[in-house]
């Protein structure tokens, strides 16, 4: 969620009980803006907080020219001093497997291991693979930002040269599209192909509609949708990232999303569904 209005934002979306202190509201406030002046950053947002056993991580997104493509992750302890996360690589979510099932320590140093059998010539050998827990908080937020990411339709548009911009002329869904979860779409680049039919082409615009449906979701039942505050408020909550949340207010261009918790996946959902 945008840091200009993060402290009315997380109001809205603390119903499952998460939020953040006073003290951290605060002190989020004055660093943001700081963050923002000296990165460079055109947006800063925050993106949430994920529990240690020792310490928590306080994460912060800062957004360039391309609000897809241009995103660099920041982590802070204390919400005041902040340090970059390295980009996200492929090979570095496979070794975020390594520890895929276990908290958090808070010790960005902390080394997680993993004995692994590999057939040589000689007979089976073992082999030690290992990932540092900074390397795993960064493979972790590119993993919940790949899942659970959320913008409602039109929140993006795409321009001509292919960057992707907030859309000023967005005015919010109306609370009959709100109600929808085909009105959600993942701010990712598009990974499902397009398999609607001719005439529902019709009604898209290639301007706003580049991103995947959460309707589309595999499982289906992988979101909540709920109306809150009398019905004023709709928030969406992550059933395979539990911890993320969603809102938005119709009629406004007012949304965002956050992630408070333990930064782990529920892999038994396909069962609990």
Known sequence: ?????????LDLVAGNGCTLSVEHRAALQTSMVLL???????RVLLWGKIFGLNRDYFIAQGRGEDEML???????FNCMDWFLL????????EDAAIAAK???IGDPSFVYERLEMSEGQGGAAEGEATVSEERRLAATVHQIDEDASVVPRGAFVKSPRGLVHVNRSFAGLSHSE????????????AKNPNKKSIEEMGDLSPAIDFLDTLSDDIPEGSWSLQRECAGNV????SLLWLGLTFYHLPMTPQHGYIYIGDGTKNLNLPFML
Do not use: E, G
């Open 178 to 189: 709100a109600k929808k979860l085909d009105s959600f779409r993942h701010f990712r680049k």
């Open 70 to 76: 241009d995103k660099k992750n920041l982590y802070s």
């Open 1 to 9: 969620m945008d840091c200009s209005s993060s402290c009315c934002s």
């Open 36 to 42: 923002k002046k000296n990165y460079k950053f055109q």
């Open 102 to 104: 276990r908290r958090f």
């Open 234 to 237: 709709c928030v969406l909550r």
């Open 86 to 93: 390295p980009s996200a690589t492929d090979s570095m979510v």
